[in-house]
Each structure stands twice: as structure tokens, then as C-alpha cells.
């Protein structure tokens, strides 16, 4: 069993940079395959960036490459989302997501565990 926490959530504005947090239990976290994903108000959730065992392999959506970086320090069971340039249509809750496969994933349903997630606010 693994628990996610995310964390770093805050009202920003247009334009400004956040890095966003997901603290793991347990000891098999480096060998997880990870993945932050995003719900809007009133929209479905959907992909945002994953990451494989080593940080080796990377994937991003469309909207956000380039300006969002993923990565994992695996000595401190630790996921992180840099966000730089945010729009406020990106104003939604992020989630972070484990799965037991080590390669990284754009599918939610090929995850087994998820945070409880984090606001993000971006005004404009």
C-alpha cells in the first residue's frame, strides 16, 4: 500500500511559477511509475505529465510542454511538478498517481494509487 500527499497548492497569479509536491509512504517508491494529472471545475480529469522508475523516461501533455517539468527524488520518496507561466484555465486540482509498473503512463486507470490532491488558483 502506498499514500500520496500532495501539497504546495496556492492562489497564484498569470504568469507565475509554482512547484507542486507529492510525498509517498513506503519503501517501494522508486520502483513506481509516476504521474500528475488535473481536474478543472466542471470538466473531467485528465493527464498532465508522468515519469517512469529513474526519471529516465518522460511524457507530457501538449499543453503544458514546455513549461511544466516533472521529477522524483527517489532518497526522499518525493514527486514534483514545476509550473512556470501558468494560465488561469489551468486553475484546477492536481493529482499525483502511483503505479506498480515502473513505466510511466498517460492512462489514470493504469494507476493504482492517488493523493487527495491540491488546489491550484491562477488568476488572471
Known amino acids: 500500500q502506498v499514500q500520496l500527499v500532495e501539497s504546495g497548492g496556492v492562489l497564484v497569479q498569470a504568469g507565475d511559477s509554482l512547484r507542486l509536491s507529492c510525498s509517498a509512504s513506503?519503501?517501494?517508491?522508486?520502483?513506481?511509475?509516476m504521474g500528475w494529472f488535473r481536474q478543472a471545475p466542471g470538466k473531467e480529469r485528465e493527464f498532465v505529465a508522468t515519469?517512469?522508475?529513474?526519471?529516465?523516461?518522460?511524457y507530457y501533455a501538449v499543453s503544458v510542454k514546455g513549461r511544466f517539468t516533472i521529477s522524483r527524488d527517489n532518497d526522499k520518496n518525493t514527486l514534483y511538478l514545476q509550473m512556470n507561466s501558468l494560465k488561469p484555465e489551468e486553475t484546477a486540482v492536481y493529482y499525483c498517481?502511483?503505479?506498480?509498473?515502473?513505466?510511466?503512463?498517460?492512462?489514470?486507470?493504469?494507476?493504482?494509487?492517488w493523493g487527495q490532491g491540491t488546489q491550484v488558483t491562477v488568476s488572471s
Open positions: 515519469i517512469n522508475w529513474n526519471g529516465g523516461q518522460i
Open positions: 498517481a502511483a503505479r506498480r509498473d515502473p513505466r510511466p503512463s498517460n492512462a489514470q486507470l493504469e494507476y493504482d494509487y
Open positions: 513506503g519503501r517501494t517508491f522508486s520502483s513506481y511509475g
